[in-house]
């Protein structure tokens, strides 16, 4: 081969070497950040790393949970939506960011149904109906009765917009409105003390200052086994596997009743459909997997349904259910 076409070869070969002008390295080539609209430490945040562990591993890239915390979620949600849609950043939606954010502000900076593109749900909980051993009521249907007989009386502990405090308005306005079948219904009527955070609110309760309120699952179980406190009845529509004997308040009269704490996987619309097509199938191969789940039960989680289709419209219902409770509660952001 003479000199020239040996030269022209090794450019040949050079060139095919270097990517065409623009060409991106296929997806993922970098680490993927996870935001998480709340401090570290609480389920939310747990739910998050356990994705974040396991994704890594099926992606081989790094996902790093990258926690902005305020506002009940707000803060660190608008800011997620404003970044680019190119498949490098998740977002952990929720219940208190992705729901009953919408009932408080009609103006929300974002749009839970328009501004994101949801992958599938990763965890669904309910809230556990406690109250002080101390106190007489021994069933559900023993303190409802108790609260319309002696309107005003009874107290409770909430904390602004937390699921617990959504569950204990759904209640009232459920146990008012006289469900199909009943008779002789009387409003309940219940006081609400504020609490700026769930930790001095359980020492209130503990301590019994104050005789109720609706609590995590998994906060509550330690206290219920101690005998502290008593629980009466669970916000989701089947029973707890933590609580085998304590009935759902559907099936104490009050069917369809359910308020449950959740969070999902969720990426900014626009975002490329392949790569929405892997991350949720990676998701959901996660979810299904016999350790997680395993791990998601001994807490007394339930894996929900699993892909884009049943999250999205699981996120409208919730929407929706919400903001109604609010606006007839008449519930304003602090």
Not at 263 to 276: A, D, E, F, L, R
Not at 284 to 307: D, H, L, T, W
Request: aromatic share 6%; glycine share 10%.
């Amino acid at each position: 081969m003479s000199r020239c076409k040996l030269l022209w070869a090794f450019g040949l070969a050079a060139l095919a070497a270097v990517p065409a002008s623009g060409q991106e390295a296929p997806w993922p080539s970098r680490p993927i950040r996870m935001i998480v609209a709340f401090p570290p430490g609480g389920t939310s945040d747990v739910m998050a790393r356990m994705v974040s562990e396991e994704l890594a591993k099926a992606l081989k890239q790094p996902v790093i949970v990258e926690n902005r915390g305020g506002a009940g979620g707000t803060t660190g949600t608008s800011a997620a939506v404003k970044l680019p849609a190119d498949g490098y950043t998740l977002i952990q939606t929720g219940v208190g960011q992705n729901a009953v954010a919408h009932g408080l502000d009609p103006k929300l900076s974002y749009d839970s149904m328009r501004d994101f593109v949801h992958l599938t749900q990763v965890h669904s909980g309910p809230n556990v109906l406690v109250v002080n051993a101390e106190q007489p009521w021994r069933s559900f249907k023993e303190l409802i009765a108790y609260g319309q007989a002696n309107p005003g009386k009874l107290t409770y502990g909430y904390t602004h917009a937390a699921s617990g405090h959504m569950a204990m308005e759904l209640l009232k306005q459920t146990v008012s409105a006289c469900p199909s079948g009943k008779k002789d219904c009387k409003p309940l009527f219940m006081v609400g003390i504020p609490y700026r955070g769930g930790g001095p609110m359980l020492s209130d309760l503990l301590g019994n200052q104050i005789p109720l309120m609706f609590i995590n699952q998994d906060v509550a179980l330690q206290h219920v086994k101690s005998g502290k406190l008593r629980a009466l009845a669970v916000s989701s529509e089947q029973r707890n596997p933590l609580y085998p004997d304590v009935p759902t308040i559907a099936e104490s009269g009050y069917p369809g009743f359910s308020a449950l704490s959740w969070s999902g996987m969720s990426v900014v619309k626009g975002t490329p459909q392949p790569i929405v097509d892997r991350l949720e199938a990676e998701l959901v191969k996660i979810m299904q997997s016999p350790a997680i789940k395993a791990r998601m039960e001994a807490q007394g989680f339930v894996v929900p349904a699993q892909g884009s289709r049943p999250y999205t419209e699981f996120v409208r219902s919730e929407v929706e259910r919400w903001t109604r409770v609010i606006k007839t509660a008449g519930i304003k952001p602090e």
